[in-house]
């Protein structure tokens, strides 16, 4: 197994450095023998699978296949809550499976490695994080999920790409001023759009943050009939350039409403697996992330995302490893954000008045 260097930003001192493991790919014959394997194991263990979009193919499938789901994290949190197995498998990064353990602290959460983390979350530690809250204490902190348990915990609200746009602002129609972590393209989105009082953490995320607007205009000279679907968590003048601009499940219902047979996608790779499954009959190529001869760091593939394997989660059914661990004392003060984030959602979906659910500050 080969072991690469990341780079990854950090607000509170230079540029650190990280680490990821890239999985063997397994043969046509080991996957099979891998797939069943895990099938056969997740009906023994009454567990169940929630794979992120990014993660390699297999893994989506096999989790749609079992009965499981593949979503955002948003989605993910909601299944794995109301889901009646008791073993959540979790195919994604480590801030996601400590999110299914806030919500389901009595379930076991495993997951394929527990080392798969996420350039927001280690931009954002918990001590130099308190410190900027405690700097500003009169205004309201909101926290994207891809941060850990102990960031949470310091949070009023926890959100996802898919919902902090209505979040924020409606924290802005109580009036409200925001303190937002940790990624700044997408604070800055949200800010552009609601007009909202934000002051922000400087993190950012590797896969989006490499997206080059010089280069996507080349492409998209190159295919002037080509729709751009881009995530918020990218630059400013990428987004400038998108046709839409949404999370994952965004991206995926821009391109199955629009009219358009070719797609210029500006969010990880992995998610091209399953806008070509649900789209047959349309083209998606991925958005550059380095011009010529130029070089770049995750070249459009989270390489903690890229961790997730079918052998290792098989090993992790089989023997109960990886099991996800967060403290006891920390948990209700981490879900109650989480909580606020997923009954806001669920009012907004059912067209229910929201304005009720935005607590004043000071009052959690």
Not at 26 to 37: A, D, F, G, V
Not at 54 to 83: C, K, N, W
Not at 346 to 359: F, H, M, S
Request: hydrophobic residues 45%.
């Amino acid at each position: 197994m080969t072991v690469i260097d990341v780079e990854y930003e950090q607000p509170a001192c230079s540029t650190r450095h990280a680490w990821a493991r890239v999985p063997v790919e397994p043969s046509q014959s080991e996957r099979m023998h891998l797939k069943e394997k895990i099938t056969r194991l997740l009906k023994e263990k009454n567990a169940v699978m929630v794979s992120h979009f990014y993660v390699h193919p297999d893994l989506q499938d096999l989790a749609e296949a079992t009965g499981g789901l593949v979503s955002d994290s948003l989605e993910m949190a909601r299944f794995g809550r109301d889901h009646v197995a008791q073993t959540l498998v979790v195919s994604g990064v480590r801030f996601m499976g400590e999110t299914a353990k806030i919500l389901s602290p009595e379930k076991r959460v495993l997951m394929p490695d527990l080392d798969a983390t996420c350039s927001l979350d280690l931009g954002c530690p918990i001590t130099e994080f308190s410190a900027f809250c405690d700097a500003h204490p009169d205004r309201t902190v909101v926290v994207y999920a891809n941060t850990s348990a102990a960031v949470k915990a310091r949070a009023d609200w926890v959100v996802t790409s898919s919902c902090a746009l209505d979040i924020v602002r409606a924290l802005k129609d109580a009036g409200q001023k925001i303190l937002w972590a940790p990624d700044k393209h997408l604070g800055s989105y949200i800010q552009r759009e609601t007009g909202a009082d934000m002051v922000f953490w400087q993190g950012a995320c590797i896969v989006h943050d490499e997206f080059k607007a010089f280069e996507l205009q080349a492409l998209k000279a190159e295919h002037p009939d080509a729709k751009v679907l881009v995530h918020p968590e990218s630059p400013a003048d990428v987004v400038a350039l998108a046709d839409a601009v949404g999370s994952t499940s965004g991206i995926l219902k821009a391109a199955q409403s629009m009219d358009a047979k070719l797609f210029i996608v500006a969010t990880d790779s992995g998610m091209l697996h399953k806008l070509r499954t649900l789209n047959p009959g349309k083209t998606f190529i991925e958005a550059p992330t380095a011009g010529n001869s130029a070089t770049c760091k995750s070249c459009a593939q989270c390489p903690w995302m890229a961790m997730n394997g079918l052998a290792d989660l098989a090993r992790v059914l089989e023997t109960g490893v990886n099991a996800i661990d967060v403290d006891a004392a920390i948990i209700p003060r981490a879900r109650l954000p989480i909580d606020r984030m997923l009954a806001f959602t669920a009012a907004l979906k059912n067209g229910q008045p929201v304005g009720g659910l935005i607590p004043h500050l000071g009052a959690a």
